[in-house]
């Protein structure tokens, strides 16, 4: 009995998920968060009318989801007036970004990311043999400059720009999104992702241009719907390149519950405006317990709050341990110099409460142990 | 705005899915099915108890699943008495076959399966650029002699079986399996696919070997669990083998509603044990149709029965679409010898009915176009 050997680019990689899951974190810890706050998901909870079609739903999984998304993809068609032939669904844009980085990259391929964004994007990138390229985040913004200037040197395949941006919350307006990709070098592809759109001020999303081949925008059902368990996002982009798809996503990959769920999400925009409502009341709650206590909110256009802990990445580190010793669930940037930083998302007022109460017991024991 | 260029590998596939859905059939047939009996659904559904999990688990879908399946994976080490270690959960068997490929296969290596056996399994090894070798059927029965021959002409890195058998419905018995394992190459990994094991006769699955590192087998919640909507497949192997999809997965790529219809469906062995009676019976009923119309309905160990339609496969074909044509959705293999065949799912009285009116129909129909 001889093992078989895994391909030459698994035998690069380590079994290690790019985020520590709460539930992990509790097994170890033996005990509960009592609030969830660290992975932006949406405390708020999905619309009722949501959980109702996926209730109802729930007895006909015995079928398999159509492999067309069809009622979903027209939905989303009506709302964006785009053509259904502009919409890819995957199983959130996790999978997604795995289905592009699988398309496009071949072992060595330059991808251009910023230093400290999405893990789970250079997670793929690494997994596909391709060769990974950072700039650093300019003002805690992401520089569509340096990203260009660095695809351009390194013949980049695919550039990566989260507008919003996690890990900091914060954003560009869309004439500077719309300089950049008019700025794309020939055959790049960029990837905007804009799972956070919902929470971001009137201005930040470029006008859809479905003629240009260069561009693959991602939205999530995950943040401003909160069906971040259903695992429901979509892809935006020319027909053409939509088209490719078809050729390695798993067809019946999609939950039929979940899809039911999302189409009812979508119709229930009264229920995103209360959200967004909610989210704006938690940002600012946030920020004030930040500044109550010493620290800097950073201006946030999503549904989570990034907090300047005003010192190394060392304290932050201690203030976020602090914080989760005191069941909050948060995290923070992984890289510097935003890793000076802790990460909130909002929620309402029970675990608002819970963080206010939690924040300066927290610091007071992170600043005894300095 | 030049587009940019997908892989070499993904510039020779198509954008066709391996199976075209019930639902596709039923927009361009511009109505819907009366009986829905050709993706082996089980139309008997899900236990009650799975139902109400999924149901209350709706509310909850504002948070991503644990990414470990913990829950899951513990409850099947438990029910088949190995470790979670042991086990990987996927998306369904299609998501597993995808993640086993890319694990594996470098473009130009070689994997072994029968001609006509699953089509996805094909789609993914395309997808990765490997090279499919195909031996035969013999008797209707995948033929281990002959995989393990091509396996070891060709040095495969893979080799697939279903056991039980789609479509056909045949199997063999664990000693052959056993023998099978017994004989692979060094360095030869051997996909054995047990999605319609629980429908079985007792004695079909080997014993479990969790030290050997040249098997994977595969089971789902799709089929005798009634859930072919949720995705939720696992794997079974050696904790290394398991270990390693950990470098490719995607951590957080399950339904937190699918987990938890999972964990229910599994608890409910009574109700599993009600399914596989009521599929015995109705596979039974099949047959009889089948023989009362001058068919040959072959031994099934699955929720199917394949019928030999006693001609070629022009006449199965027509006999296919006359069923259709009568709202009836069925389908059939789509290589020869065993495309003379077509192929029904078991499902409760109505759909029962439904098949046994329309059949004799179809086939003077079909009869008459001859």
């Known amino acids: 009995m001889t093992a078989p050997k895994t391909t030459a680019i698994a035998q690069t ?21 009592a609030a969830r706050l660290g992975a932006n998901e949406s405390v708020f909870g999905p619309s009722p009318k949501a959980i109702a079609a996926m209730q109802d739903a729930a007895k006909d999984v015995w079928m398999y989801a159509d492999a067309e998304c069809f009622e ?10 785009l053509s259904a032939d ?46 990974i390229e950072t700039v650093p985040f300019k ?13 351009r040197e390194c013949a980049a395949k695919l550039v990566y720009i989260a ?24 055959g790049c592809l960029l990837i905007l992702d804009e799972a956070y759109i919902e929470f971001a001020p009137e201005g930040t999303a470029p006008e859809w241009d479905m003629d240009n081949p260069q561009v693959l925008r991602m939205r999530t059902f995950s943040k401003a719907y909160g069906m971040a368990g259903a695992r429901v996002g979509y892809a935006i982009g020319h027909p053409d390149l939509i088209r490719d798809f078809g050729k390695i996503r798993n067809h019946f990959g999609a939950s039929r519950i979940s899809l039911e769920g999302a189409v009812a999400a979508l ?35 999503t549904n989570f709050v990034t907090i300047d802990c005003k010192s190394d990445s060392a304290f932050a580190k201690r203030v976020l341990s602090e914080l989760m010793e005191r069941d909050i669930f948060v995290r923070m940037p992984f890289n510097p110099p935003q890793d000076r930083c802790i990460r909130i998302s909002t929620g309402p007022e029970r675990e608002m409460e819970l963080f206010e109460e939690a924040l300066p017991k927290a610091l007071t024991a992170a600043r005894a142990e300095d």
């Open 139 to 151: 003002d805690d913004r992401e520089d569509p400059d340096a990203l260009l200037d660095k695809a």
């Open 86 to 131: 502009n919409i890819l669904i995957g199983e959130g844009i996790d999978g997604l970004l795995n289905y592009v980085v699988r398309l496009f990259i071949e072992p060595g391929d330059c991808v251009v990311t910023s230093a400290g964004a999405y893990p789970t994007f250079n997670y793929h990138v690494a997994g596909f043999g391709g060769k």
């Open 267 to 301: 119709a229930d925009q009264d229920y995103l405006v209360q959200t967004q409502d909610n989210v704006a009341r938690s940002r600012a709650r946030i920020a004030e317990a930040a500044r109550a206590n010493g620290l800097e909110p950073l201006p946030s256009a």
């Open 13 to 33: 990689l380590s079994a290690i998920s790019p985020f520590v899951g709460p539930e992990t974190n509790e097994r170890a810890r033996g005990k509960p968060f």
């Open 72 to 81: 979903l993809r027209n939905a989303l068609a009506d709302y964006h007036g």
């Open 163 to 186: 507008n919003p941006d996690n890990p900091m919350g914060s954003w560009h307006n869309a004439d500077v999104i719309e300089d950049m990709i008019a700025r794309l070098p020939d």
